[in-house]
Structure formats: structure tokens, C-alpha cells
């Protein structure tokens, strides 16, 4: 089993661009988040899918959208990429075995630059 | 909305000497996970506590939940180089997890 992976793993964006990450997990699972990772900041979420067909916000939606296109597969999509998205962003996954047992998968990652 | 805070944010040791980390937060938890993200890598899940006062131990990592469920520590004896990175703790709610900033470790032979 692959986990979770993204595509790409690098990009560099001039400012206004628009991109899409892609993310995908083999483990059958039902929830698929997006996190930001700034220095010294820890991870931020900034979307996340709680099951298939459903999206909520999380702590830092802005300049964000987001597709479950499937069970397997969450994209998140940068319309206008401004400087401030600088960032290394993650993709996650987890199953709810139980209310409160919730332990999340990650990604590699993908490093993005906005110049 | 819901915070948790983690000291310290960065520690260097020597090999040998012992390390914790500390997380608090501002609202009671339903559960508190740990994770450790080496240099470059990716978050990797440690452990979780769901009960009030639990303590489970890792090898040389042992982990505690507050009587009050808002904070949690996580302690390594006789740290080794292998031990280098990033540990985070992230409180749990049903859906979703709130990071700490984490505390980087460096461990100096």
C-alpha cells in the first residue's frame, strides 16, 4: 500500500497563478484533511472532508477551495496564488473507528513557492 | 476558538541527557495525540491518550494526560541521535485534530 500521496511534490508559482494539489489515499478511509505548515507555526488546517461527498472549513480557508472527487481522492486549489501561500501543505487521512479515536495518515508533502 | 500551546519550541541536548515537551490547552480534550516529524519528512503518529491521568510508555518515550484533560507531556529518557526532529501534540475533537507549534528537538552526540 501506496498511504497517502501528492503530486507534486515541488512547485513554484508567480504570483495570481492558479494550481491544484492532488491527493490520494489507499486505506479506504472516510476522512481526507489539508494542512499548512508555516515555520514555527505547526500545522494549520485549512479544509477537510469528513466523509465522501461532504467539505467543511477549518482554521485558515481563505484563498482555498476544495474537491472530494471520490473516497480516494481530495484536491485543493489555489485560484489566485499570492506570496502569503508560501507554505509546505499536507494532505491527510484518517478513519473514525470510535468518537474519539482519530489518528491521521500523512502525505510527503508538497513544497510551494509564490514569487 | 479552541488553541494548544507547546513549550518549549526548540531544545537542543546531548546525547544521553533527557528531553520533555509540554502541551496545554485552552479548553478540555476529548483525546491527545502526539506525532514526530523528522527533518524534511512528514508527520508520523506516535500514540494517542483518551483517558483522564493515562500514562503509556513507548520504550524510552512516555507520554501522560492531565487529571483535567487539558494538558499532556510527553518525556524521552536517554535521548539518542535517532531522536531528532519535531514532536507535535494535537488535541482531538470527533472530525478533526488542533496542532500545537511543536517543539523541535537536536540532539548533539
Known amino acids: 500500500n501506496a498511504g497517502v500521496t501528492q503530486t507534486p511534490k515541488f512547485q513554484v508559482l508567480k504570483t495570481g497563478q492558479s494550481m491544484t494539489l492532488q491527493c490520494a489515499q489507499d486505506m479506504n478511509h472516510n476522512s481526507m484533511y489539508w494542512y499548512r505548515q508555516d515555520p514555527g507555526m505547526g500545522l494549520r488546517l485549512i479544509y477537510y472532508?469528513?466523509?465522501?461527498?461532504?467539505?467543511d472549513k477549518g482554521e485558515v480557508p481563505n484563498g482555498y477551495n476544495v474537491s472530494r472527487l471520490n473516497k480516494r481522492e481530495f484536491s485543493l486549489r489555489l485560484e489566485s496564488a499570492a506570496p502569503s501561500q508560501t507554505s509546505v501543505y499536507f494532505c491527510?487521512?484518517?478513519?473514525?473507528?470510535?468518537?474519539?479515536?482519530?489518528?491521521?495518515?500523512f502525505g510527503p508533502g508538497t513544497r510551494l513557492t509564490v514569487l | 476558538g479552541q488553541q494548544v500551546m507547546q513549550i518549549p519550541q526548540y531544545q537542543h541536548v546531548q546525547e544521553g541527557e533527557d528531553f520533555t515537551t509540554y502541551c496545554n490547552s485552552s479548553?478540555?480534550?476529548?483525546?491527545i495525540q502526539w506525532y514526530k516529524q523528522r527533518p524534511g519528512g512528514h508527520p508520523v503518529f506516535l500514540i494517542q491518550l483518551v483517558k483522564s491521568g493515562e500514562v503509556k510508555k513507548q520504550k524510552r518515550l512516555t507520554f501522560q494526560f492531565g487529571e483535567a484533560k487539558k494538558n499532556s507531556s510527553l518525556h524521552i529518557t536517554a535521548t539518542q541521535t535517532t531522536d531528532v526532529g519535531t514532536y507535535f501534540c494535537a488535541g482531538g475533537g470527533y472530525n478533526k485534530l488542533i496542532f500545537g507549534a511543536g517543539t523541535r528537538l537536536a540532539v548533539h552526540p
Open positions: 479548553t478540555t480534550l476529548s483525546n
Open positions: 491527510a487521512s484518517s478513519e473514525l473507528r470510535t468518537e474519539t479515536y482519530n489518528e491521521q495518515f
Open positions: 472532508s469528513a466523509s465522501e461527498g461532504t467539505t
